[in-house]
């Protein structure tokens, strides 16, 4: 098997595959001198992308973005044809699709995959990894794949893989902003974030049980409730008291705008949940 790109990722995606004796691990990257530590454990360098594509069947791709995944297999596309290319490079749905199309053409098995973990995850039980595209490449390579992490099957479509990625970071990213802006707050007055970390942890971690009850409210269609509605939910006061703290609302205004739209279409007896319907544009 060969590894391109040995970014931080990449090589600790080599390295784990290192540690099974078993495996020829063939390594190449654009800037040399990044594959020492891997040579000294067994790797073999390779002297060019041509070189390093022909060394085996499974080419694992892990470069910087989809156009150096581009700039580093456009070149060698025809020595790829009857090989598999697993792809862990970021991305967005359309860009794996573009390239399962692109090695379609060309004859080469393509399977597209979203880590969902840090290199020093790699190799452990934490370590996830969604995968999307050719179901044979991946069920013909599972035990590679499952070296690095908890490998799971998602859909044919190419892009499923890094759209369930992309959708899990931007609600990742909205928590911490909202979890940021609390700390603005208390801070404020003299309450380190440190504090304030201690207590919004178990309470955040414990709210995020509820996500299941409103997965099942969204995929229902139906926002009819008996518990917390958006009448009930006003958002205003956190709106008032970040102003008053001076933060800005900004994280809980977005929240308050969403509830608002729903409750100014006179959904207001209708449960939290609703907000998903202001946020769809299709
Ligand atoms: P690094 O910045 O450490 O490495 C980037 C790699 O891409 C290097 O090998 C670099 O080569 C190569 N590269 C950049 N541009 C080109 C190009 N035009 N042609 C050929 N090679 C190129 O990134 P990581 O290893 O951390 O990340 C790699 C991928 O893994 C990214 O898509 C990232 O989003 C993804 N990922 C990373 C995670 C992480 O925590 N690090 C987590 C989840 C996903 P060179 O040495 O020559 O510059």
């Known amino acids: ?8 990722m990449g090589r600790a995606l080599a390295g784990s595959l290192l540690a099974e004796p078993a495996n020829t691990v063939t390594v190449w990257n654009r800037t040399p001198g990044r594959d020492a530590d891997l ?6 360098p390779a002297t060019s992308v041509r070189d ?17 995944v581009h700039a580093t297999l456009d070149p060698v596309a025809d020595h790829l044809r009857g090989r ?3 792809n ?3 991305g967005t749905p359309n860009e794996a699709r573009e390239l399962a199309t692109w090695a379609e053409r060309h004859g080469i ?9 840090i290199p020093s995850m790699i190799g452990t039980p934490e370590a996830a990894i969604l995968y999307s595209g050719s179901q044979p490449a991946f069920e013909e390579h599972r035990q590679v794949l499952d070296a690095w992490a908890t490998s ?3 859909d044919a479509d190419a892009g499923r893989a890094s759209l369930l990625d992309l959708a899990m970071l931007s609600a990742m990213y909205t928590m911490f902003a909202g979890f940021l802006h609390g700390a603005a707050m208390v801070t404020a007055d003299g309450v380190s974030a440190r504090e304030f970390a201690a207590r919004a942890t178990p309470f955040l971690a414990a709210m995020t ?3 299941e009850a409103d997965a099942e409210i969204v995929d229902s269609g139906s926002y009819a409730t008996d518990g917390q509605t958006l009448d009930w939910s006003d958002l205003s006061h956190l709106v008032r008291v970040s102003e008053e703290q001076g933060v800005d609302p900004a994280p809980i205004a977005m929240v308050e705008q969403l509830r608002r739209r729903q409750v100014d279409a006179g959904h207001g007896g209708d449960a939290f949940a609703r907000i998903y319907e202001s946020l769809r544009r299709t």
């Open 88 to 90: 862990l490079t970021t």
């Open 109 to 117: 098995d393509y399977l597209d995959g979203a880590i969902m973990a």
């Open 152 to 154: 799971t099957y998602e």
């Open 209 to 211: 049980s509820a996500f």
């Open 84 to 86: 598999t290319v697993v």
């Open 39 to 44: 040579v000294a454990r067994g790797a073999r």
């Open 52 to 68: 390093a594509v022909t060394a085996g069947p499974l080419v694992i791709v892990c470069l910087y973005d989809h156009a150096s």
């Open 1 to 8: 098997m060969t590894v391109l790109g040995l970014g931080a």
